[in-house]
C-alpha cells in the first residue's frame, strides 16, 4: 500500500510513525526518569510524570514527616482521595487517608482505613506499626505481638523500634505468652529479642525467664542466645545469675568439663559463652584446640603458634568464680622453640573492680611437659569475679619483639587448697 501511494503521502506517512514514535519514546523516557527520582525527590519527579503513583505517596509521607510546619491536611487528603479513582488497590492510599484521619483525632475513622488498608496488603507498614499501637494501647497483647511478628517477617530492620516497648510487653502474662509461643517457632526475629534483652536492664529477667521456659522444647535456647543474656548480666554487674545462667545451660557432655576452669584440657567444643574459652584474633599467632582423644599424647591440649612477629594484648580468656580463699593454679606444657621477647603469662583479675590478683610465667625456651603452678589468694574484699587471660606485656607492636615458636598446653587447672 506504501508503495502505491503518491510521493506526498508517502511522506506524510513517514512524518506521522516519526511522530508516533518519538513521542513514545519521549513518554518512556519521561517515565523512567520519574522513577529514577522517584525516592529522592519525589515532586520533581511529579513534576515529570503526575501519574506516578509512587513519588505522589512520597510527596505526601514526606509531607506529613516534615517537622518545624504544620501540613495542610485536607489538602493531602484531597490528593490521596484523587489517586485513589485510579488506584483503588493502592494500599499505600488508604493508610495515608488513615494517617490524615488519626492527625485530625478521628481515631475511629482512621482505623477503618488502617484496617481497609491490611485487607489488601497485610504488610502495608503504616497500618500495621498503627495497629500494633492500637493493640497494645487497648491491652490485647497476643494480637499486638502476633502484629509484631507479621511486621517483623517482612520488615526486619524496623527491629530496633519494635525492640524498646518489648520488655513492657514481657512484663504482662498475657504478653510474655505470645512472645514465647512465638520464638517457639522459630520467629525470624528471636536471636534480635535476645540480643536486645541482654542489653536493657529492665529485659534481662525476662530474657533469663525466656531461656529457661525454651529449654526442653523443641528449639532450645542457642549458644549466642545465652551469650547475649550471659553478657548483660556481666554488663550490669550482676554476676552470680550470670553465672547460674551459664551452669543451668550446659549439657550433659559439657558438665564433665566443670570446675573453677571449664575445659582445662582444651577440648575442641567451644560455645563462646564467658564462662567458656573466648579466642580472640591477633594476627600473631595462632590458636587451635586439640584436647585430648583425636590425637596423640605429645599435641593435647591448646596449642599456640607464633608467626615471628609482635603479639599484644590478650588472645584467649575465661571469666571464673572463685569465692575467697586460697588457691593454685597449675599449667602443664611443652614448648618448642619459644621466643617471648615481651612475657607470655596467664593472669588472674578481679573484674570488678579492675585489678591483677596473680600473674602465671610461661618460660622460654624447648621443654616437654613441664608442671608448672603458682599459689594465690582471693581476698575477702569484694571480687565476685575473675578474668583468667592468657597475654604479653607489649604495650606496642614493635617489630623488634617478635615471637617465635610453639607452646603446646595440656591441661590448665585452678584447685583450692589449705594453708
Request: proline share 5%; aromatic share 8%.
Amino acid at each position: 500500500m506504501m508503495e502505491q501511494a503518491s510521493p506526498l503521502t508517502r511522506n506524510l506517512l513517514r512524518s506521522g510513525v516519526w511522530f508516533v514514535a518519538s513521542v513514545l519514546v519521549l513518554a518512556a523516557s519521561s517515565i523512567g526518569l520519574s522513577r529514577l527520582l522517584e525516592a529522592g525527590t519525589p515532586a520533581v519527579s511529579l513534576a515529570i510524570d503526575p501519574l506516578n503513583i509512587n513519588a505522589l505517596i512520597g510527596d505526601i509521607t514526606g509531607d506529613l514527616n516534615e517537622t518545624g510546619s504544620d501540613p495542610d491536611l485536607d489538602a493531602l487528603a484531597a490528593r490521596a482521595r484523587g489517586a485513589l479513582r485510579f488506584n483503588v488497590a493502592d494500599a499505600r492510599l488508604y493508610s495515608l487517608l488513615g494517617e490524615i484521619k488519626y492527625r485530625h483525632g478521628e481515631k475511629d475513622e482512621a482505623f477503618e482505613f488502617f484496617d481497609q488498608a491490611r485487607k489488601l496488603s497485610k504488610t502495608e507498614i503504616h497500618a500495621l506499626q498503627r495497629s500494633i499501637d492500637r493493640s497494645i494501647e487497648v491491652g490485647d497483647l497476643s494480637r499486638a505481638v502476633a502484629e509484631i511478628d507479621t511486621l517483623l517477617r517482612r520488615w526486619p530492620d524496623r527491629f530496633p523500634i519494635i525492640a524498646a516497648g518489648m520488655p513492657a510487653i514481657l512484663s504482662n502474662p498475657d504478653g510474655y505468652r505470645a512472645v514465647l509461643a512465638a520464638i517457639k517457632i522459630k520467629a525470624p526475629w528471636r536471636s534480635n529479642l535476645f540480643a536486645a534483652l541482654g542489653q536493657d536492664p529492665q529485659g534481662l529477667r525476662a530474657a533469663s525467664q525466656l531461656l529457661l521456659d525454651l529449654t526442653g522444647s523443641s528449639s532450645p535456647p542457642t549458644s549466642k542466645e545465652l551469650s547475649a543474656v550471659i553478657n548483660g548480666y556481666i554488663r550490669q554487674k550482676d554476676y552470680e545469675p550470670a553465672y547460674r545462667l551459664f551452669l543451668f545451660s550446659l549439657s550433659d557432655q559439657e558438665r564433665t568439663l566443670g570446675g573453677y576452669i571449664f575445659n582445662g584440657g582444651f577440648e575442641p567444643v567451644r560455645s563462646g559463652k564467658p564462662f567458656d574459652w573466648q579466642v580472640h584474633d591477633r594476627s600473631g599467632l595462632e590458636i587451635t584446640f586439640a584436647g585430648s582423644r583425636d590425637v596423640g599424647e605429645s599435641d593435647s591440649g591448646a596449642i599456640v603458634r607464633f608467626l615471628n612477629t609482635p603479639v599484644k594484648n590478650a588472645a584467649l580468656q575465661q571469666y571464673v568464680e572463685l569465692p575467697p580463699g586460697s588457691y593454685r593454679i597449675s599449667l602443664t606444657a611443652s614448648g618448642r622453640n619459644l621466643k617471648l621477647p615481651k612475657g607470655l603469662f596467664w593472669s588472674i583479675r578481679c573484674a570488678d573492680p579492675a585489678s591483677e590478683i596473680a600473674r602465671f610465667n610461661i618460660p622460654a625456651g624447648t621443654f616437654n611437659r613441664q608442671h608448672l603452678s603458682l599459689d594465690f589468694a582471693i581476698g575477702t574484699s569484694a571480687c565476685p569475679m575473675q578474668l583468667l587471660r592468657l597475654e604479653t606485656a607489649a604495650i606496642a607492636e614493635s617489630w623488634r619483639f617478635r615471637y617465635v615458636g610453639t607452646l603446646v598446653m595440656h591441661k590448665l587447672s585452678i584447685e583450692r587448697v589449705s594453708l
